[in-house]
């Protein structure tokens, strides 16, 4: 890269009209001077450019930050080890649109939640995004689970979620013939979104307000200059065989005024690998993989709402998702992974395959509220991963949003869990990032 580097360099500059040089990196175009300078934290030339605004990541979140800050009038750089935008988590969820019922009253999920969904259903209005407010119900399958039920209802009206209706279960029958419960929570705010034309439409927006994309690069690491961030980039294709321990010389150091860390899943390991910053501040991170089985020979959609049991350990449960072409899914369940080294995390080398196997834990969990669910009727679909702050039997964990109040490094904005309700809460952390760091 470095000599593609120099290469490009070379020829943007005859046809630069100001006393700057224009560097093409990869598919970016930005302003440079002509000068390169010694990493002091390496011991060979590496080109330096300094930017106005970095955001690491270009899912959901990211996209809406880079946005934010763009029609805020900065300068934005997106940087992307994908090939395109959204690959990850972004691309591999439920799509659905939360009300913000589950949450802690007064947490960053339960806040931007609310928030964010009210922004995104105004902009998928406003925008030709497909989406639609179906509604979910919450059910109580026996008994025991009533109190939990009732614990939700009163959690999501201190949250501030209006409509929120509890029924007994004829009721919920009768709206749904095809559930079993005994009691359940009507949402009617919630709905479903095509996540990828959200994704291009704020793509869309950012590049038009000057932000720029480039995929195919990698943040590896950085240092500290003084307390200013120094971001170390390669090429994703120079990594690909890196072992993820030995040392991984950048092949670009590009130092911001502003960086959001959005990288979602590496987010944390990332963190790690800013020398100088306190690795104390870094939270843990643990990994559920989730799967989702879509239904198959039938000639009618069984629901008309979502439908989500009582939360599980580590997510909401094995729920009923319609997405916007009627497709019935069924899931994500919980599966945690370990052993998750910094090469994989970068490259995304997570295994997304569905076991068909795995299916012979879907049907009983399915058949607590869908009894007439058949045999053999499940496919494998796909799954996703969460970027989660708790592990297994560990109380869930909020948003975190580190500043410099927190580690101490001006211009450094870490975010970590970003989970679900994420997609929700897109524009609203977006939001929240670019009124309270630039004002």
């Known amino acids: 890269m470095l000599q593609h580097f120099r290469t490009n360099l070379n ?3 005859s046809s630069s009209s100001s006393s700057k040089l224009k560097h093409f ?3 970016c175009v930005r302003t440079i001077t002509n000068n390169t300078s010694t990493d ?8 330096k450019e300094k930017v106005d605004c970095i955001v690491i990541g270009a899912g959901v979140v990211g996209i809406a930050v880079a946005r934010a800050l763009a029609l805020k009038g900065r300068d934005v750089l997106v940087i992307e080890s994908a090939p395109t935008f959204g ?12 009300a913000g019922i589950y949450y802690p009253h007064n947490s960053f999920k339960a806040l931007f939640c609310v928030r964010g969904r009210e922004m995104l259903y105004e902009y998928c209005s406003e925008h030709g995004i497909p989406h639609k407010q179906i509604g979910k119900l919450i059910v109580a399958t026996r008994s025991s689970e009533i109190p939990k039920l009732n614990d939700i209802i009163n959690r999501g009206i201190q949250n501030g979620v209006d409509s929120l209706r509890m029924m007994d279960g004829a009721e919920a029958m009768k709206m749904e013939p095809e559930l079993q419960c005994v009691k359940a929570i009507l949402s009617p705010l919630s709905g479903i979104v095509d996540s990828h034309s959200l994704m291009l439409s704020l793509v869309g927006e950012a590049e038009n307000h000057r932000a720029t994309f480039t995929y195919n690069s990698t943040v590896t690491g950085g240092h500290l200059e003084g307390n200013h961030i120094c971001l170390h980039i390669s090429e994703t294709k120079s990594i690909k065989e890196w072992n993820g321990t030995s040392i991984l010389r950048p092949e670009l150091v590009l130092m911001p ?3 959001v860390n959005s990288a979602g899943l590496s987010a944390p390991i990332l963190a790690k690998r800013f020398t100088g910053l306190q690795s104390r501040v870094v939270p843990p991170a643990y990994y559920a993989r989730g799967c989702y089985f879509t239904l198959s020979n039938t000639k009618a959609t069984p629901f008309r709402h979502l439908i989500y049991p009582i939360p599980e350990d580590g997510g ?5 998702t319609i997405d916007l072409n009627g497709q019935v899914k069924f899931g994500p369940d919980v599966e945690w992974i370990d052993g998750v080294d910094d090469s994989s995390s970068f490259l995304n080398k ?3 395959s569905v076991r068909a196997n795995r299916v012979e834990r879907f049907y009983p969990e399915i058949r607590k509220y869908y009894p007439n669910l058949k045999d053999e009727s499940l496919e494998p679909g796909y799954s996703g991963i969460r970027p989660k702050l708790s592990g297994p039997g560990q109380p869930s964990v909020d948003f975190v949003i580190q500043g410099e109040d927190i580690h101490g490094v001006p211009g450094l904005i870490n975010l970590y869990g970003i989970e679900s309700p994420g997609l929700t809460s897109s524009m609203a952390i977006a939001d929240f990032i670019s009124t309270r760091f630039l004002g």
Do not use: M, W
């Open 316 to 320: 909401l449960g094995v729920h009923v």
């Open 40 to 47: 002091t934290t390496t011991s060979y030339t590496v080109p």
């Open 11 to 13: 020829r943007f500059a």
């Open 257 to 259: 005024k502003l960086v």
């Open 87 to 98: 690959t990850c988590t972004s691309s591999r969820n439920s799509e659905v649109i939360h």
């Open 25 to 27: 990196y990869g598919n």
């Open 350 to 352: 997570f295994d997304y």
